[in-house]
């Protein structure tokens, strides 16, 4: 049984420990949080053996094999590194890093130390019904292009709109649509197509400096993909990718619940399973599994880290062509 430590306690924290608890590969054994009270009412709920409010003896002292990082996307960088120089594995949300030079700088950590294992906790290239659209379009004649949709309308957005700077909408704390709905889509980009040679972002942008909404524009040799990604408003469209005559179309381009191929006669198949109740288990269980077996999985390991670091990479140049810029992006830009 893997020992599990967690740095923040919102919603998909309590969702990631559900899932490592149901997986039966993990045991929460130890929280941080800035406020005692908040660290204790998760460890209590959760059983888990201790708490602490100082990082630095969180690292030091907590009894933890891994660690799930699930703060503000500008701290994952710090948090990470002193996760790696204290010999712990790394569970990070998406996205992993806010851009290229603080991914790097990461890269460099884990090669000076070579037995700690990094994941970004991107759940759907772990799920079944992303494997069978992968698998799908490796059987299709031709792929003309794709359509993928993410529209969620984010209740901190409220806050927004009466003036507040909430983190996720914040360029201090690496926030905004792209970095992260957006990034689920972008997984599936780059996880079902690779790396578009030219790309271009339209945000829309809102009062804190960050996008809440925007289209991204992936241009590939042959074919053109669409992303359509917003935090400001609900899309109900559905996702898809064309082909010549048959469609590959997804309910929703993250959530992947239900996937039906349309073959050149137009008659639907149903090519996906029933997702798991916690769309957080499947990744759950293979990160323990490579925990557990390295050398077994390490083909598996590095191809997901790659599959991270080129998603990283496209993210940034999003960022780049939309003008969207984050308050570490000149301070990390000089040291690299």
Known sequence: MLKLGIIGTNWITQQFVDAATASGEWQLTTVYSRHAETASAFATKNHAASTFTDLAD???HGDFDAVYI?????LHFEQAKLAVEHGKHVIVEKPAMANQALFEQLDECLAAHPDVLLFEAARQIHEVNFKRVQDQISQMELIQGATLTYMKYSSRFDAVRSGQEPNIFSPKFAGGALQDLGVYVVYDAVGWFG???EVAYYPTM???GVDGKGVAILRYPTFTVTLNIGKTSNSALPS????LRDTIVMDNAAELA????QDNDGKPHNIGVQPDDNPMLAEAKDFAKVINDPTTYHAEYQAWRQLSRNVNKLLFNLRQSGHVYFSDDERDSAAK
């Open 58 to 60: 969180f690292f030091s």
């Open 70 to 74: 699930a703060s503000p996307n500008s």
């Open 195 to 197: 790396m578009p040679d």
């Open 206 to 208: 809102l009062s804190t």
């Open 240 to 243: 898809e990718i064309n082909g």
């Open 258 to 261: 239900r996937v039906t191929y």
